[in-house]
């Protein structure tokens, strides 16, 4: 820690601040250490790690919380000639309990979807917390209007992070618009889960669907995962949000429209919860070849985002 570079002061605050993954990618730049050759360092003290995991820990794709793992952090301190204990206390606090994985700043979902009740009932309904022990990194959802302008279909890819031991589901949920009947909304899991109990309420037009992985997540693991949710009976859509309790996280949402209803302006916008007045109100230009607008929004706050249009 010796040279005073803008590099080696970033090294120092993260440090100090963490998180861990990043003050070990910073340490690696710092030295110019390849991971072979941190790897090989390692084996000359004993400790065998593979590549792959050192690369999984300086992503944030993976957290060291084995015993093993712990003191493969130790030695990793000396082989970037770190100050000690300093990689470790980022992982593990003064007392020596393992931490949970750390939860973004997060939003009651009452907060973000209307009707909140018929919501909290559904959840109850599946014994579910309104916490599911997860958070959002990272999802890419397209929307499909079809040629009578109701909401056809959606499909989402998402990325989670585990914030507690032992999860091994995600709940989704989708509300159709006006008329949406649910026992006509098919669900369908894609890739890495599997479809497990559904439910619905007619008079919101609100379906819950569990996505059961096939493996519990302990605390600072991910998930990426696909679905989709399949409509097509609710009246003209005008618009489609999506509420998020928890900060950060990288978001795209795709509506493409069927040549037979196009609509004449589409604009994207932000809520801080259902019912407050709409802000960041943005013209969206709908492409001619695909038919689609999109938003992109590169770390999401608590609160709602979406794009709605108007028809001719």
């Known amino acids: 820690m010796a040279q005073n570079t803008p590099e080696s002061a970033e090294l120092a605050h993260l440090l100090r601040t963490g998180p861990f993954h990043l003050a070990l990618r910073c340490a690696l730049t710092v030295r110019g250490l390849a991971l072979t050759r941190v790897q090989h360092k390692l084996a000359q003290r004993g400790i065998k790690v593979g590549v792959t995991s050192l690369s999984y820990w300086q992503q944030g794709a993976r957290r ?32 020596g309990a393992r931490p949970e994985a750390e939860r973004p700043a997060a939003r009651s979902y009452r907060s973000l979807v209307a009707p909140a009740g018929a919501l909290q009932q559904l959840f109850a309904e599946l014994e579910t917390p309104a ?3 997860v958070h959002t990194l990272g999802h890419h959802e397209r929307v499909l209007i079809g040629p009578r302008r109701e909401l056809s279909a959606r499909t989402s890819q998402q990325v989670v992070r585990a914030h507690r031991d032992g999860v091994d589901r995600y709940v989704a949920i989708h509300r ?3 008329g949406c009947v649910p026992s006509r909304v098919r669900v369908r899991a894609a890739e890495n889960c599997r479809l497990g109990r559904v439910r619905g309420d007619a008079e919101s037009g609100v379906v819950v669907a569990e996505l059961l992985f096939d493996a519990r997540l302990r605390a600072g693991d991910t998930h990426v995962f696909g679905y989709a949710f399949e409509d097509g009976s609710g009246g003209p859509s005008t618009e489609y949000v999506r509420g998020f309790s928890f900060a950060g996280g990288h978001y795209v949402l795709q509506v493409r429209f069927d040549e037979a209803a196009l609509p004449v302006r589409c604009r994207r916008f932000a809520q801080v919860s259902a019912g407050a007045p709409r802000s960041g109100r943005h013209e969206l230009t709908l492409s001619g070849t695909h038919r689609a607008v999109h938003l992109v929004e590169q770390s999401v706050r608590p609160g709602i985002l979406g794009i709605d249009w108007d028809w001719g």
């Open 64 to 95: 060291p919380q084995r015993p093993e793992s712990l003191r493969a952090v130790r030695a990793l301190e000396e082989v970037l000639d770190l100050p000690a204990h300093s990689l470790h206390r980022l992982l593990v606090p003064e007392g």
């Open 131 to 133: 916490d599911g022990g």
């Open 176 to 178: 159709g618009d006006t």
